[in-house]
Protein backbone atom coordinates (compact mmCIF):
# COMPACT_ATOMS: atom_id res chain seq x y z
CA UNK A 1 0.00 0.00 0.00
CA UNK A 2 1.42 3.29 -1.00
CA UNK A 3 1.05 6.54 0.72
CA UNK A 4 -0.62 9.47 -1.13
CA UNK A 5 -0.62 13.20 -0.68
CA UNK A 6 -3.80 15.72 -0.38
CA UNK A 7 -3.79 19.12 0.37
CA UNK A 8 -6.56 21.24 0.88
CA UNK A 9 -6.27 24.44 -0.96
CA UNK A 10 -9.72 26.01 -1.17
CA UNK A 11 -11.55 28.66 0.54
CA UNK A 12 -12.06 32.32 -0.14
CA UNK A 13 -9.26 33.48 2.00
CA UNK A 14 -11.76 36.40 3.88
CA UNK A 15 -9.18 35.85 6.71
CA UNK A 16 -6.89 37.76 4.62
CA UNK A 17 -8.68 40.76 3.75
CA UNK A 18 -8.14 42.39 0.36
CA UNK A 19 -5.24 40.09 -0.69
CA UNK A 20 -7.11 37.72 -1.82
CA UNK A 21 -9.37 39.75 -3.91
CA UNK A 22 -7.24 38.49 -6.85
CA UNK A 23 -5.16 36.26 -6.04
CA UNK A 24 -5.45 32.48 -4.43
CA UNK A 25 -4.74 32.70 -0.98
CA UNK A 26 -2.08 30.05 -1.41
CA UNK A 27 -0.24 31.72 -3.55
CA UNK A 28 0.74 34.75 -1.05
CA UNK A 29 4.92 34.98 -0.23
CA UNK A 30 5.67 33.41 3.10
CA UNK A 31 9.20 33.76 3.24
CA UNK A 32 10.82 33.24 -0.08
CA UNK A 33 8.14 30.89 -1.24
CA UNK A 34 4.45 31.00 -2.10
CA UNK A 35 2.89 29.76 0.88
CA UNK A 36 1.83 26.13 -1.58
CA UNK A 37 5.56 25.46 -1.80
CA UNK A 38 5.56 24.51 1.95
CA UNK A 39 3.22 21.29 2.11
CA UNK A 40 3.60 20.52 -1.36
CA UNK A 41 7.52 19.95 0.02
CA UNK A 42 6.13 18.26 3.27
CA UNK A 43 4.64 16.18 1.65
CA UNK A 44 7.40 14.68 -0.88
CA UNK A 45 9.75 14.86 2.50
CA UNK A 46 6.84 12.51 3.87
CA UNK A 47 7.86 9.68 1.06
CA UNK A 48 4.47 10.96 -0.98
CA UNK A 49 5.07 10.44 -4.67
CA UNK A 50 1.03 11.53 -5.50
CA UNK A 51 -0.73 14.54 -4.77
CA UNK A 52 -3.87 16.17 -5.25
CA UNK A 53 -4.45 19.36 -4.50
CA UNK A 54 -8.16 20.56 -3.83
CA UNK A 55 -8.55 24.70 -4.94
CA UNK A 56 -11.39 26.62 -4.46
CA UNK A 57 -13.15 27.83 -7.73
CA UNK A 58 -11.91 31.80 -7.66
CA UNK A 59 -8.35 31.68 -8.97
CA UNK A 60 -7.90 28.09 -9.52
CA UNK A 61 -6.15 28.75 -12.53
CA UNK A 62 -3.74 30.77 -11.15
CA UNK A 63 -2.37 28.03 -8.98
CA UNK A 64 -2.35 25.37 -11.70
CA UNK A 65 -0.38 27.62 -14.15
CA UNK A 66 2.24 27.61 -11.45
CA UNK A 67 2.47 24.20 -10.22
CA UNK A 68 1.63 22.72 -13.95
CA UNK A 69 2.33 19.03 -13.56
CA UNK A 70 4.40 19.18 -10.00
CA UNK A 71 8.03 19.30 -11.32
CA UNK A 72 9.39 22.89 -10.18
CA UNK A 73 13.16 24.19 -9.78
CA UNK A 74 14.40 26.67 -7.91
CA UNK A 75 13.72 29.95 -10.80
CA UNK A 76 16.83 30.65 -12.10
CA UNK A 77 18.83 27.43 -10.86
CA UNK A 78 18.65 23.84 -11.18
CA UNK A 79 18.04 22.46 -7.30
CA UNK A 80 14.45 20.62 -7.14
CA UNK A 81 12.30 22.15 -4.98
CA UNK A 82 9.43 19.19 -5.34
CA UNK A 83 8.69 16.47 -7.67
CA UNK A 84 5.62 15.33 -7.65
CA UNK A 85 2.87 13.67 -9.99
CA UNK A 86 0.11 15.95 -9.48
CA UNK A 87 -3.60 16.24 -9.60
CA UNK A 88 -6.18 18.85 -9.38
CA UNK A 89 -9.86 19.28 -8.01
CA UNK A 90 -12.02 22.10 -7.61
CA UNK A 91 -14.45 22.79 -4.59
CA UNK A 92 -17.22 24.82 -6.03
CA UNK A 93 -19.24 25.47 -2.48
CA UNK A 94 -17.28 25.78 0.54
CA UNK A 95 -18.55 22.25 2.24
CA UNK A 96 -15.57 22.03 4.89
CA UNK A 97 -12.44 19.56 5.37
CA UNK A 98 -14.31 16.53 5.49
CA UNK A 99 -15.74 16.79 1.88
CA UNK A 100 -11.97 17.78 1.03
CA UNK A 101 -11.23 14.40 1.94
CA UNK A 102 -13.82 12.92 -0.02
CA UNK A 103 -13.44 14.31 -3.04
CA UNK A 104 -10.08 12.12 -3.16
CA UNK A 105 -11.34 9.00 -2.97
CA UNK A 106 -11.00 7.67 -6.83
CA UNK A 107 -7.48 9.33 -6.78
CA UNK A 108 -6.16 7.44 -3.53
CA UNK A 109 -7.32 4.40 -5.19
CA UNK A 110 -7.35 2.14 -2.02
CA UNK A 111 -4.12 3.87 -0.83
CA UNK A 112 -3.64 5.81 2.86
CA UNK A 113 -3.85 9.30 2.69
CA UNK A 114 -1.83 11.92 3.79
CA UNK A 115 -3.97 15.19 4.42
CA UNK A 116 -2.31 18.85 4.85
CA UNK A 117 -4.09 22.21 4.82
CA UNK A 118 -2.81 24.56 2.59
CA UNK A 119 -1.83 27.43 4.83
CA UNK A 120 -0.80 25.01 7.79
CA UNK A 121 3.48 25.09 7.86
CA UNK A 122 5.44 23.32 9.67
CA UNK A 123 9.09 23.61 11.14
CA UNK A 124 9.70 20.01 11.32
CA UNK A 125 8.24 16.65 9.17
CA UNK A 126 7.14 14.22 11.14
CA UNK A 127 8.55 11.39 8.93
CA UNK A 128 8.95 8.97 11.97
CA UNK A 129 5.04 9.18 13.13
CA UNK A 130 4.05 9.26 9.29
CA UNK A 131 5.86 5.78 8.96
CA UNK A 132 4.88 4.55 12.10
CA UNK A 133 0.79 5.00 10.88
CA UNK A 134 1.67 3.00 7.26
CA UNK A 135 3.35 0.68 9.02
CA UNK A 136 0.64 0.31 11.66
CA UNK A 137 -2.43 -0.70 13.04
CA UNK A 138 -4.42 2.30 13.18
CA UNK A 139 -6.77 3.61 11.08
CA UNK A 140 -6.09 7.50 11.54
CA UNK A 141 -3.45 9.61 12.98
CA UNK A 142 -3.71 13.11 14.07
CA UNK A 143 -1.22 15.59 15.04
CA UNK A 144 -1.37 18.45 17.92
CA UNK A 145 0.10 20.87 19.34
CA UNK A 146 0.10 21.75 22.70
CA UNK A 147 -1.98 25.75 22.55
CA UNK A 148 -1.92 28.46 25.15
CA UNK A 149 -5.88 29.26 23.88
CA UNK A 150 -7.46 25.42 23.34
CA UNK A 151 -11.16 27.36 23.56
CA UNK A 152 -10.01 28.63 20.04
CA UNK A 153 -9.20 25.05 18.40
CA UNK A 154 -10.56 21.38 18.23
CA UNK A 155 -8.55 19.43 20.94
CA UNK A 156 -8.20 15.78 21.81
CA UNK A 157 -9.17 13.57 24.65
CA UNK A 158 -6.95 11.17 26.14
CA UNK A 159 -8.00 8.01 28.41
CA UNK A 160 -6.14 6.37 31.26
CA UNK A 161 -3.87 4.58 28.82
CA UNK A 162 -3.13 7.99 27.02
CA UNK A 163 -5.17 6.99 24.00
CA UNK A 164 -7.51 9.45 21.99
CA UNK A 165 -10.90 8.68 22.95
CA UNK A 166 -12.48 11.88 22.16
CA UNK A 167 -12.24 15.34 19.83
CA UNK A 168 -13.90 18.21 21.02
CA UNK A 169 -14.76 21.03 18.82
CA UNK A 170 -14.49 24.82 19.99
CA UNK A 171 -15.51 23.24 23.46
CA UNK A 172 -18.48 25.34 24.93
CA UNK A 173 -19.43 26.79 21.93
CA UNK A 174 -19.49 24.19 19.35
CA UNK A 175 -19.38 21.03 21.15
CA UNK A 176 -21.46 21.75 24.16
CA UNK A 177 -20.54 18.63 25.93
CA UNK A 178 -17.35 20.60 27.53
CA UNK A 179 -18.00 23.54 29.25
CA UNK A 180 -14.57 24.52 28.88
CA UNK A 181 -11.62 22.65 26.70
CA UNK A 182 -10.74 19.00 28.43
CA UNK A 183 -6.97 19.54 26.76
CA UNK A 184 -4.48 21.99 25.48
CA UNK A 185 -3.68 19.80 22.41
CA UNK A 186 -4.79 21.30 19.87
CA UNK A 187 -5.13 19.22 16.54
CA UNK A 188 -3.51 20.66 13.44
CA UNK A 189 -3.64 20.68 10.03
CA UNK A 190 -2.02 17.35 9.04
CA UNK A 191 -3.68 14.01 8.99
CA UNK A 192 -3.61 10.25 8.15
CA UNK A 193 -6.00 7.84 7.10
CA UNK A 194 -6.72 4.72 6.01
CA UNK A 195 -9.25 4.00 2.81
CA UNK A 196 -11.98 3.35 5.17
CA UNK A 197 -12.02 6.93 5.99
CA UNK A 198 -14.53 7.27 2.79
CA UNK A 199 -17.27 5.18 4.34
CA UNK A 200 -16.86 7.21 7.50
CA UNK A 201 -17.52 10.76 5.22
CA UNK A 202 -20.03 8.99 3.53
CA UNK A 203 -21.85 8.69 7.03
CA UNK A 204 -21.35 12.29 8.11
CA UNK A 205 -24.42 14.63 8.64
CA UNK A 206 -23.24 18.65 7.88
CA UNK A 207 -23.10 20.50 11.03
CA UNK A 208 -24.58 23.78 11.87
CA UNK A 209 -22.98 25.68 9.32
CA UNK A 210 -23.58 23.21 6.82
CA UNK A 211 -20.03 21.52 5.93
CA UNK A 212 -19.03 17.76 6.70
CA UNK A 213 -16.21 18.51 9.51
CA UNK A 214 -13.04 16.86 10.11
CA UNK A 215 -13.73 16.70 13.54
CA UNK A 216 -16.48 14.08 13.33
CA UNK A 217 -14.14 12.16 10.97
CA UNK A 218 -11.11 12.04 13.50
CA UNK A 219 -14.01 11.57 16.47
CA UNK A 220 -15.24 8.27 14.31
CA UNK A 221 -11.92 6.60 14.92
CA UNK A 222 -11.41 7.70 18.37
CA UNK A 223 -14.66 6.42 19.94
CA UNK A 224 -13.44 3.16 17.87
CA UNK A 225 -10.05 3.66 19.66
CA UNK A 226 -8.09 3.57 16.56
CA UNK A 227 -6.93 7.30 16.28
CA UNK A 228 -3.24 7.72 17.20
CA UNK A 229 -1.87 11.34 18.24
CA UNK A 230 1.40 12.22 17.23
CA UNK A 231 3.15 15.62 19.01
CA UNK A 232 4.18 18.28 16.50
CA UNK A 233 8.19 18.99 17.24
CA UNK A 234 8.74 21.92 16.79
CA UNK A 235 6.45 25.00 15.87
CA UNK A 236 3.87 25.22 13.93
CA UNK A 237 2.04 27.89 12.21
CA UNK A 238 -1.48 28.38 10.33
CA UNK A 239 -0.96 31.22 7.72
CA UNK A 240 -4.64 32.80 7.91
CA UNK A 241 -4.16 36.30 8.12
CA UNK A 242 -2.62 38.97 6.92
CA UNK A 243 -0.40 39.44 10.02
CA UNK A 244 0.74 36.02 9.77
CA UNK A 245 2.37 35.91 7.12
CA UNK A 246 5.32 38.45 7.35
CA UNK A 247 5.94 36.80 11.41
CA UNK A 248 6.19 33.09 9.77
CA UNK A 249 8.59 35.12 7.00
CA UNK A 250 10.78 35.41 10.05
CA UNK A 251 10.37 32.26 11.83
CA UNK A 252 11.15 30.10 8.52
CA UNK A 253 14.33 32.76 8.24
CA UNK A 254 15.34 32.14 12.09
CA UNK A 255 14.79 28.46 11.92
CA UNK A 256 14.13 26.79 8.25
CA UNK A 257 11.55 24.64 7.93
CA UNK A 258 9.97 21.13 6.57
CA UNK A 259 13.26 20.37 8.48
CA UNK A 260 13.31 16.19 8.62
CA UNK A 261 15.12 15.03 12.17
Known amino acids: ????????????????????????????????????YY???????????????????GHAGQLIDLLGN??????????????????YKVQVEAGGIAQVVGMAESFAGGDDLLVCLGDNLFEYVETAAIRSFVEGDDAAAVFVKNVPDPERFGVVVYGEDGRV???????????????????????????????????????????????????????????????????????????????SLPEIGALIARTGVNKVA
Open 70 to 87: GQMQERGGSTPLFDLDLT
Open 39 to 57: PLQLLQLAGVREAMIVTGQ
Open 165 to 243: IDVVEKAGVVDTRYDSPPSSDAVVGLYCYSPDVFDVIRGLRPSSRGELEITDVNRHYAERGVLASHRVSGWWEDAGTQE
Open 1 to 36: MKLKGLIAGGGEGTRLGELTRVVNKHLLPVGGWPMI
